[in-house]
């Protein structure tokens, strides 16, 4: 008798302790399944090709709407510049627009990007037009990294599907395909972008 209660007891102890363990590893696995309800983005941009280029940034204010989606407004500011055929000028570039990103296991991330910049550059004619807006509409995805709990860094690759003829980041596509003689014959509409992210306020599950 006094064997079946010890062993008993063993098995109320053992069943107590697994319970224990499970409730805690569930309470730390919960809060490391939270996440920030908004964020502050912070965008540095710079590139350069034969045509120009352009230097500058652009801040996001990002909302969660869950883990996972990410939207708000986004502001741009940046200097471009450009040099070809002879003509040289320079000229700054405004304007603000909404994203969208939609992040994967916190690794990898889609996103779009809808602004309207004011530009007085024509790429195509390289000269100054009447035409002050350029439509942007980019399509990308890349990594989403967590560097630090308050650090998060969003690189990646983004086509603009509008490709305006004023838009500022003509200047900066390096993307180009080439004819069997070498030549380029198309210049895509491809850039690369590196926002950094930092979490507001405290977690919520």
């Given at each position: ?37 908004s ?12 045509l ?84 942007v ?64 306020g405290?977690?919520?599950?």
């Amino acid at each position: 008798m006094a064997l079946v209660k010890r062993i008993y007891l063993c098995t109320m102890k053992t069943f107590l302790n697994s319970l224990l363990f499970v409730f805690i590893n569930f309470v730390v696995f919960a809060q490391k399944d939270g996440y920030y309800k908004s964020e502050l983005g912070a965008e540095i941009y710079a590139g350069v090709s034969n045509l120009g280029g352009a230097f500058g940034g652009e801040l996001k204010y990002g909302y969660h709407v869950d883990k996972n989606l990410v939207i708000g407004p986004s502001f741009r500011l940046q200097r471009t510049w450009v040099n070809n055929f002879g003509i040289n000028n320079s000229f700054n570039i405004y304007g603000g627009g909404f994203f969208t990103h939609y992040r994967f296991q916190e690794k990898l991330f889609l996103g779009t990007e809808i602004q309207i910049l004011r530009s007085p550059f024509n790429y195509s004619t390289y000269q100054l037009n009447t035409r002050k807006w350029a439509p942007v509409l980019l399509v990308g995805g890349g990594v989403n990294l967590k560097l630090h709990e308050r650090i998060r860094l969003n690189a990646g690759i983004f086509y603009d599907i509008a490709n305006a003829e004023n838009s500022p980041f003509r200047s900066s596509y390096n993307f180009k395909i080439k004819n069997q003689l070498g030549q380029i014959v198309r210049i895509l509409p491809i850039i690369y972008r590196v926002t950094f992210f930092f979490p507001l306020g405290n977690k919520v599950n």
